[in-house]
Protein backbone atom coordinates (compact mmCIF):
# COMPACT_ATOMS: atom_id res chain seq x y z
CA UNK A 1 0.00 0.00 0.00
CA UNK A 2 1.61 3.12 -1.17
CA UNK A 3 1.88 5.99 1.28
CA UNK A 4 -0.37 9.14 1.14
CA UNK A 5 1.77 12.24 -0.41
CA UNK A 6 3.59 14.69 1.88
CA UNK A 7 4.33 16.98 -0.45
CA UNK A 8 4.25 20.42 0.43
CA UNK A 9 1.49 22.84 -0.92
CA UNK A 10 -0.85 24.80 0.24
CA UNK A 11 -3.82 22.96 2.38
CA UNK A 12 -6.92 22.23 1.26
CA UNK A 13 -9.73 25.08 2.15
CA UNK A 14 -13.26 23.56 2.51
CA UNK A 15 -15.75 24.07 0.43
CA UNK A 16 -18.45 25.70 2.85
CA UNK A 17 -16.11 28.27 3.91
CA UNK A 18 -16.94 31.12 1.79
CA UNK A 19 -14.32 34.07 1.63
CA UNK A 20 -13.82 37.33 -0.13
CA UNK A 21 -12.58 40.92 -0.10
CA UNK A 22 -14.96 43.48 -1.17
CA UNK A 23 -13.46 46.82 -3.12
CA UNK A 24 -12.40 48.82 -0.48
CA UNK A 25 -10.11 45.84 0.85
CA UNK A 26 -12.43 44.68 4.09
CA UNK A 27 -12.44 40.64 4.28
CA UNK A 28 -15.22 38.28 5.09
CA UNK A 29 -15.79 34.69 6.14
CA UNK A 30 -18.71 33.06 5.85
CA UNK A 31 -20.09 29.63 7.10
CA UNK A 32 -23.83 28.44 6.81
CA UNK A 33 -24.10 25.92 10.28
CA UNK A 34 -27.61 24.63 10.63
CA UNK A 35 -26.33 23.25 14.25
CA UNK A 36 -27.70 25.18 16.50
CA UNK A 37 -31.15 26.56 14.78
CA UNK A 38 -32.08 29.70 14.32
CA UNK A 39 -28.67 31.25 15.61
CA UNK A 40 -26.30 33.38 14.11
CA UNK A 41 -22.92 34.47 15.28
CA UNK A 42 -21.53 37.70 13.80
CA UNK A 43 -18.00 38.38 14.99
CA UNK A 44 -15.57 41.65 13.69
CA UNK A 45 -11.97 41.69 14.35
CA UNK A 46 -9.76 44.77 13.79
CA UNK A 47 -6.36 43.70 13.21
CA UNK A 48 -5.54 46.19 16.16
CA UNK A 49 -4.21 46.09 20.17
CA UNK A 50 -2.11 47.27 22.29
CA UNK A 51 1.35 47.13 20.17
CA UNK A 52 -0.36 49.36 17.95
CA UNK A 53 -0.12 52.16 20.89
CA UNK A 54 2.27 54.71 21.16
CA UNK A 55 3.96 55.44 24.68
CA UNK A 56 1.22 57.75 25.59
CA UNK A 57 -1.72 55.73 24.19
CA UNK A 58 -1.14 52.93 26.48
CA UNK A 59 -4.53 51.57 27.26
CA UNK A 60 -6.46 53.15 24.30
CA UNK A 61 -6.81 50.25 22.16
CA UNK A 62 -9.26 48.38 24.75
CA UNK A 63 -10.67 51.96 26.07
CA UNK A 64 -12.06 52.70 22.19
CA UNK A 65 -13.55 49.13 22.94
CA UNK A 66 -15.51 50.36 25.27
CA UNK A 67 -16.23 53.39 23.69
CA UNK A 68 -17.77 52.17 20.50
CA UNK A 69 -20.63 50.68 22.53
CA UNK A 70 -21.33 54.16 24.28
CA UNK A 71 -23.00 55.63 21.40
CA UNK A 72 -22.94 55.78 17.20
CA UNK A 73 -24.54 57.72 14.33
CA UNK A 74 -27.76 55.15 14.55
CA UNK A 75 -27.43 54.64 18.16
CA UNK A 76 -26.52 57.94 19.96
CA UNK A 77 -26.63 56.51 23.47
CA UNK A 78 -25.53 53.55 24.98
CA UNK A 79 -29.11 53.10 26.36
CA UNK A 80 -30.59 52.54 22.72
CA UNK A 81 -28.37 50.08 21.20
CA UNK A 82 -29.65 47.91 24.69
CA UNK A 83 -32.92 48.20 23.91
CA UNK A 84 -32.51 47.27 20.34
CA UNK A 85 -30.81 43.99 21.29
CA UNK A 86 -32.83 43.55 23.75
CA UNK A 87 -35.67 43.74 21.20
CA UNK A 88 -33.92 41.09 19.24
CA UNK A 89 -33.73 38.43 21.71
CA UNK A 90 -30.05 39.29 23.15
CA UNK A 91 -28.32 40.49 26.02
CA UNK A 92 -25.73 43.47 26.51
CA UNK A 93 -22.54 41.94 27.76
CA UNK A 94 -23.81 37.98 26.91
CA UNK A 95 -24.68 38.05 23.12
CA UNK A 96 -22.10 41.61 22.32
CA UNK A 97 -19.47 41.70 23.71
CA UNK A 98 -15.71 42.44 22.46
CA UNK A 99 -11.95 41.90 23.71
CA UNK A 100 -8.74 43.68 22.81
CA UNK A 101 -5.73 41.85 22.94
CA UNK A 102 -1.93 42.40 21.53
CA UNK A 103 -2.63 42.29 18.04
CA UNK A 104 -6.39 42.54 17.67
CA UNK A 105 -9.82 43.80 18.74
CA UNK A 106 -12.77 41.50 18.30
CA UNK A 107 -16.37 42.40 18.41
CA UNK A 108 -18.96 39.54 19.28
CA UNK A 109 -22.66 39.45 18.14
CA UNK A 110 -25.03 36.36 18.56
CA UNK A 111 -28.73 36.61 17.51
CA UNK A 112 -31.66 34.41 16.78
CA UNK A 113 -32.12 34.21 12.93
CA UNK A 114 -35.80 34.26 13.17
CA UNK A 115 -37.93 36.86 14.54
CA UNK A 116 -40.51 36.54 17.79
CA UNK A 117 -42.39 38.98 16.32
CA UNK A 118 -42.85 37.14 13.50
CA UNK A 119 -43.81 34.27 14.90
CA UNK A 120 -46.50 35.84 16.99
CA UNK A 121 -47.97 36.99 14.18
CA UNK A 122 -48.18 33.00 12.65
CA UNK A 123 -49.82 32.15 15.94
CA UNK A 124 -52.31 34.38 15.37
CA UNK A 125 -52.96 34.60 11.87
CA UNK A 126 -53.57 30.70 13.00
CA UNK A 127 -56.13 31.57 15.81
CA UNK A 128 -57.77 34.10 12.82
CA UNK A 129 -58.34 30.78 10.43
CA UNK A 130 -60.00 28.71 13.22
CA UNK A 131 -62.03 31.60 14.29
CA UNK A 132 -63.33 32.02 10.55
CA UNK A 133 -64.03 27.99 10.62
CA UNK A 134 -66.28 28.39 13.68
CA UNK A 135 -68.35 31.13 12.44
CA UNK A 136 -68.85 29.39 8.32
CA UNK A 137 -72.58 28.39 9.30
CA UNK A 138 -73.49 31.73 10.47
CA UNK A 139 -72.04 32.86 7.21
CA UNK A 140 -74.31 30.31 4.94
CA UNK A 141 -77.92 32.07 5.41
CA UNK A 142 -76.11 35.54 4.09
CA UNK A 143 -74.57 34.33 0.74
CA UNK A 144 -78.19 33.95 -1.75
CA UNK A 145 -78.09 37.70 -0.57
CA UNK A 146 -74.38 37.96 -1.19
CA UNK A 147 -75.03 36.53 -4.39
CA UNK A 148 -77.74 38.70 -5.80
CA UNK A 149 -75.30 41.78 -5.06
CA UNK A 150 -72.66 39.94 -7.48
CA UNK A 151 -74.95 40.11 -10.33
CA UNK A 152 -75.87 43.88 -9.54
CA UNK A 153 -72.22 44.53 -9.57
CA UNK A 154 -70.98 42.23 -12.56
CA UNK A 155 -72.05 45.51 -15.01
CA UNK A 156 -69.71 47.91 -13.12
CA UNK A 157 -67.21 45.22 -13.14
CA UNK A 158 -67.08 45.22 -16.81
CA UNK A 159 -66.66 49.17 -17.29
CA UNK A 160 -63.52 49.08 -14.81
CA UNK A 161 -61.70 46.08 -16.61
CA UNK A 162 -60.31 47.78 -19.59
CA UNK A 163 -58.93 50.02 -17.19
CA UNK A 164 -57.38 47.91 -15.16
CA UNK A 165 -55.82 45.81 -18.52
CA UNK A 166 -54.05 48.52 -19.73
CA UNK A 167 -52.49 49.11 -15.65
CA UNK A 168 -51.90 45.67 -15.65
CA UNK A 169 -49.78 45.94 -18.56
CA UNK A 170 -47.41 48.01 -17.26
CA UNK A 171 -47.36 46.72 -13.78
CA UNK A 172 -45.99 43.25 -15.87
CA UNK A 173 -43.24 45.43 -17.46
CA UNK A 174 -41.95 47.05 -14.23
CA UNK A 175 -42.53 43.61 -12.45
CA UNK A 176 -39.17 42.55 -11.84
CA UNK A 177 -38.27 46.08 -10.78
CA UNK A 178 -40.75 45.59 -7.85
CA UNK A 179 -39.81 42.02 -7.26
CA UNK A 180 -35.89 43.27 -6.78
CA UNK A 181 -37.42 46.38 -4.66
CA UNK A 182 -39.09 43.78 -1.90
CA UNK A 183 -36.57 41.87 -2.17
CA UNK A 184 -34.09 44.09 -0.95
CA UNK A 185 -36.31 45.95 1.68
CA UNK A 186 -37.11 42.16 2.81
CA UNK A 187 -33.56 41.79 3.59
CA UNK A 188 -33.15 44.90 5.31
CA UNK A 189 -35.56 43.94 7.48
CA UNK A 190 -33.98 40.72 8.59
CA UNK A 191 -32.07 39.99 11.72
CA UNK A 192 -28.68 39.20 9.81
CA UNK A 193 -28.80 42.56 8.19
CA UNK A 194 -29.81 44.58 10.96
CA UNK A 195 -26.90 42.67 13.52
CA UNK A 196 -24.51 43.19 10.71
CA UNK A 197 -25.54 47.13 11.08
CA UNK A 198 -24.70 47.17 14.16
CA UNK A 199 -21.38 45.67 13.89
CA UNK A 200 -20.32 48.40 10.97
CA UNK A 201 -22.14 51.32 13.17
CA UNK A 202 -19.11 50.06 15.90
CA UNK A 203 -16.29 49.90 13.38
CA UNK A 204 -16.98 53.16 11.34
CA UNK A 205 -20.02 55.54 13.22
CA UNK A 206 -18.59 55.55 17.25
CA UNK A 207 -19.79 59.13 18.56
CA UNK A 208 -16.96 59.30 21.43
CA UNK A 209 -18.65 62.23 22.92
CA UNK A 210 -17.27 63.43 25.96
CA UNK A 211 -19.77 62.27 28.62
CA UNK A 212 -19.30 58.81 27.99
CA UNK A 213 -15.79 58.96 27.86
CA UNK A 214 -16.19 60.54 31.68
CA UNK A 215 -18.33 58.31 32.44
CA UNK A 216 -16.75 54.98 30.91
CA UNK A 217 -12.93 55.61 32.38
CA UNK A 218 -14.55 54.50 35.66
CA UNK A 219 -15.38 50.94 34.45
CA UNK A 220 -11.74 50.73 32.19
CA UNK A 221 -10.17 51.65 35.42
CA UNK A 222 -12.49 49.28 38.08
CA UNK A 223 -11.14 46.47 35.28
CA UNK A 224 -7.48 47.79 36.11
CA UNK A 225 -7.65 47.26 39.38
CA UNK A 226 -9.99 43.88 39.52
CA UNK A 227 -7.31 42.29 37.09
CA UNK A 228 -4.24 43.36 39.21
CA UNK A 229 -3.81 40.00 40.89
CA UNK A 230 -0.80 37.94 41.98
CA UNK A 231 -1.36 35.61 39.16
CA UNK A 232 -1.35 38.80 37.04
CA UNK A 233 1.63 40.28 38.37
CA UNK A 234 3.69 36.87 37.68
CA UNK A 235 2.15 36.88 33.84
CA UNK A 236 3.32 40.65 33.53
CA UNK A 237 6.61 39.61 34.99
CA UNK A 238 7.16 36.61 32.77
CA UNK A 239 5.97 38.71 29.41
CA UNK A 240 8.68 41.58 30.59
CA UNK A 241 11.48 38.68 31.10
CA UNK A 242 10.74 36.63 27.82
CA UNK A 243 9.90 39.51 25.43
CA UNK A 244 12.32 42.03 26.69
CA UNK A 245 13.51 42.57 23.83
CA UNK A 246 10.21 43.54 21.80
CA UNK A 247 7.30 46.05 22.37
CA UNK A 248 5.68 42.87 23.86
CA UNK A 249 6.69 43.82 26.73
CA UNK A 250 5.88 47.23 27.24
CA UNK A 251 2.36 46.95 25.86
CA UNK A 252 -0.19 45.59 28.03
CA UNK A 253 -3.86 45.30 26.44
CA UNK A 254 -4.84 46.71 30.10
CA UNK A 255 -2.84 49.77 29.46
CA UNK A 256 -1.46 52.31 32.18
CA UNK A 257 -3.42 53.74 34.84
CA UNK A 258 -2.06 57.54 33.89
CA UNK A 259 -2.72 57.19 30.21
CA UNK A 260 -6.88 55.83 30.97
CA UNK A 261 -6.92 58.88 33.16
CA UNK A 262 -5.52 61.71 30.51
CA UNK A 263 -7.57 60.23 27.68
CA UNK A 264 -9.65 62.71 25.89
CA UNK A 265 -12.42 61.94 23.10
CA UNK A 266 -9.98 63.72 20.75
CA UNK A 267 -7.20 60.89 22.09
CA UNK A 268 -9.51 58.55 21.24
CA UNK A 269 -10.35 59.91 18.07
CA UNK A 270 -7.36 60.07 16.53
CA UNK A 271 -6.76 56.20 17.58
CA UNK A 272 -10.29 55.11 15.74
CA UNK A 273 -9.18 57.15 12.47
CA UNK A 274 -6.21 56.03 12.65
CA UNK A 275 -6.67 52.22 12.98
CA UNK A 276 -9.93 51.64 12.22
CA UNK A 277 -10.05 51.33 8.39
CA UNK A 278 -11.16 48.96 6.24
CA UNK A 279 -7.45 46.93 5.28
CA UNK A 280 -7.60 45.91 9.26
CA UNK A 281 -11.07 45.02 9.40
CA UNK A 282 -12.27 41.04 8.83
CA UNK A 283 -16.18 40.08 9.22
CA UNK A 284 -17.26 36.32 10.59
CA UNK A 285 -20.46 35.17 10.23
CA UNK A 286 -21.24 32.03 10.85
CA UNK A 287 -24.73 30.26 11.55
CA UNK A 288 -28.18 29.35 10.03
CA UNK A 289 -28.24 31.29 7.45
CA UNK A 290 -28.41 31.45 3.41
CA UNK A 291 -24.52 32.22 2.48
CA UNK A 292 -24.91 34.02 -0.85
CA UNK A 293 -27.73 36.21 0.54
CA UNK A 294 -25.23 37.13 4.10
CA UNK A 295 -22.69 38.11 1.19
CA UNK A 296 -24.95 40.18 -0.38
CA UNK A 297 -25.96 42.66 3.11
CA UNK A 298 -22.04 42.23 3.56
CA UNK A 299 -21.37 43.97 0.52
CA UNK A 300 -24.50 46.66 0.44
CA UNK A 301 -23.47 47.93 4.51
CA UNK A 302 -19.94 47.49 4.14
CA UNK A 303 -18.73 48.59 0.60
CA UNK A 304 -19.97 51.99 1.14
CA UNK A 305 -16.28 52.40 3.51
CA UNK A 306 -13.70 54.32 1.72
CA UNK A 307 -10.58 53.19 0.77
CA UNK A 308 -8.97 56.24 1.58
CA UNK A 309 -9.38 56.79 5.81
CA UNK A 310 -9.59 59.77 7.99
CA UNK A 311 -6.08 60.55 9.25
CA UNK A 312 -2.28 59.72 8.43
CA UNK A 313 -1.14 55.78 8.21
CA UNK A 314 0.09 54.18 11.43
CA UNK A 315 3.30 54.18 12.31
CA UNK A 316 5.35 50.47 11.51
CA UNK A 317 5.55 48.43 14.80
CA UNK A 318 8.76 46.65 15.37
CA UNK A 319 8.53 42.82 16.39
CA UNK A 320 11.84 42.04 16.30
CA UNK A 321 14.00 40.73 19.42
CA UNK A 322 16.95 38.88 19.86
CA UNK A 323 18.08 35.27 19.57
CA UNK A 324 20.88 33.83 19.59
CA UNK A 325 21.99 30.02 19.65
CA UNK A 326 20.92 28.34 22.61
CA UNK A 327 23.43 28.02 25.37
CA UNK A 328 24.23 25.16 27.36
CA UNK A 329 23.66 25.06 30.95
CA UNK A 330 25.28 22.99 33.51
CA UNK A 331 23.56 21.34 36.52
CA UNK A 332 26.05 23.57 38.65
CA UNK A 333 25.11 26.36 36.96
CA UNK A 334 21.10 26.06 37.25
CA UNK A 335 22.16 25.22 41.15
CA UNK A 336 23.92 28.29 41.38
CA UNK A 337 21.07 29.91 39.75
CA UNK A 338 18.28 28.83 40.90
CA UNK A 339 17.60 30.02 44.25
CA UNK A 340 15.19 27.85 46.28
CA UNK A 341 15.22 31.00 49.47
CA UNK A 342 16.61 28.12 52.31
CA UNK A 343 15.61 31.12 54.75
CA UNK A 344 11.93 29.73 54.00
CA UNK A 345 10.57 33.06 53.09
CA UNK A 346 8.93 33.93 50.47
CA UNK A 347 8.29 31.70 47.71
CA UNK A 348 9.40 32.95 43.69
CA UNK A 349 8.51 31.93 39.98
CA UNK A 350 11.77 31.56 38.46
CA UNK A 351 11.86 32.38 34.47
CA UNK A 352 15.81 30.99 33.26
CA UNK A 353 16.30 31.80 29.17
CA UNK A 354 18.12 29.37 27.95
CA UNK A 355 19.05 31.49 24.53
CA UNK A 356 21.13 33.93 26.79
CA UNK A 357 21.52 32.37 30.11
CA UNK A 358 19.25 35.38 31.79
CA UNK A 359 17.27 34.83 34.32
CA UNK A 360 14.44 36.57 36.40
CA UNK A 361 12.95 36.29 39.52
CA UNK A 362 9.24 37.17 40.79
CA UNK A 363 8.46 37.30 44.52
CA UNK A 364 5.76 38.02 46.62
CA UNK A 365 4.00 36.86 49.73
CA UNK A 366 0.98 35.56 48.09
CA UNK A 367 2.99 33.11 45.84
CA UNK A 368 2.71 29.61 47.25
CA UNK A 369 5.04 27.39 45.86
CA UNK A 370 8.10 28.02 43.48
CA UNK A 371 7.76 28.16 39.57
CA UNK A 372 11.18 27.37 37.86
CA UNK A 373 10.23 27.81 33.81
CA UNK A 374 13.02 26.48 31.02
CA UNK A 375 12.59 29.52 28.10
CA UNK A 376 14.19 28.55 24.77
CA UNK A 377 12.83 31.71 21.78
CA UNK A 378 12.97 31.11 18.02
CA UNK A 379 11.63 33.31 15.53
CA UNK A 380 8.00 34.24 14.57
CA UNK A 381 6.18 31.15 12.62
CA UNK A 382 4.68 31.60 9.43
CA UNK A 383 1.01 31.69 9.22
CA UNK A 384 0.08 27.97 9.16
CA UNK A 385 -0.99 28.07 5.39
CA UNK A 386 1.15 25.13 4.29
CA UNK A 387 1.33 21.37 4.48
CA UNK A 388 5.09 21.96 5.50
CA UNK A 389 3.74 24.49 8.04
CA UNK A 390 1.08 22.06 9.53
CA UNK A 391 3.72 18.82 9.51
CA UNK A 392 6.26 21.41 11.66
CA UNK A 393 3.11 22.24 14.17
CA UNK A 394 1.75 18.33 14.26
CA UNK A 395 5.92 17.24 15.18
CA UNK A 396 6.20 19.93 17.78
CA UNK A 397 2.66 18.51 19.57
CA UNK A 398 4.26 15.19 19.10
CA UNK A 399 7.95 16.07 21.59
CA UNK A 400 6.07 17.70 23.32
CA UNK A 401 3.31 15.29 24.62
CA UNK A 402 6.20 12.20 24.56
CA UNK A 403 8.19 14.98 27.15
CA UNK A 404 5.57 15.32 28.96
CA UNK A 405 4.50 11.31 29.20
CA UNK A 406 8.42 10.77 30.25
CA UNK A 407 8.49 13.30 33.15
CA UNK A 408 4.87 12.52 34.54
CA UNK A 409 6.41 8.46 34.31
CA UNK A 410 9.48 9.33 36.28
CA UNK A 411 7.46 11.36 38.84
CA UNK A 412 5.74 8.34 39.72
CA UNK A 413 8.59 6.20 40.95
CA UNK A 414 8.83 8.34 43.42
CA UNK A 415 6.81 9.14 46.43
CA UNK A 416 8.58 12.08 47.74
CA UNK A 417 8.44 13.73 44.19
CA UNK A 418 10.50 16.92 44.23
CA UNK A 419 8.14 18.52 41.80
CA UNK A 420 4.32 18.76 41.97
CA UNK A 421 3.66 20.09 38.26
CA UNK A 422 5.15 20.13 35.10
CA UNK A 423 4.03 21.28 31.71
CA UNK A 424 5.47 21.96 28.78
CA UNK A 425 4.68 23.82 25.59
CA UNK A 426 4.95 24.92 21.82
CA UNK A 427 3.01 27.92 21.19
CA UNK A 428 3.25 29.48 17.74
CA UNK A 429 4.43 32.14 18.34
CA UNK A 430 7.34 32.65 20.39
CA UNK A 431 8.77 31.00 23.16
CA UNK A 432 9.04 27.75 23.88
CA UNK A 433 8.22 27.32 27.80
CA UNK A 434 9.03 24.54 30.19
CA UNK A 435 7.78 24.89 33.67
CA UNK A 436 8.06 22.77 36.95
CA UNK A 437 6.75 23.32 39.77
CA UNK A 438 8.08 22.68 43.23
Known amino acids: MQSPSLEDGP ?6 VLTGELGNAIRYVVMANKTPPNRVYANAIV ?25 TEQFPSSQMLRDLLASWGMSFGGDANASTDYR ?22 EDTKLG ?36 DGEGKENGHVDDHEKGEKGEE ?16 RALIQQESVDLERGAVLGELTEDNSVEYRTNVANIQFVHRHNILSRRFPIGLKSCIEAAQ ?7 YNTHYRPNNVVIFVVGDIDPQQCISIIEKIFSSESIDPIG ?28 LDPEGGISMVEFI ?9 FRHELITTVDVDFILLYPLSEPCTRVSHFRSFIIDSIIEQSFDDRIFALKSLFSDSPFVRFASFFPLLSPSLFSCCV
Open 189 to 204: ESTLYRVLNVLHQLLF
Open 265 to 271: PPDLKHF
Open 11 to 16: LASWDR
Open 132 to 167: KEDCMEDDQDDDDQEDQDQEDGDQEDDLEEEDNDEE
Open 353 to 361: DLNEGNYCE
Open 47 to 71: EIGSVNEQDNEQGLAHFLEHMVFQG
Open 104 to 125: QTCYTLEAPTASTAGAQTDTEG
Open 312 to 339: PPPPPIDHSFAVTSPIKLLAEDLERQID
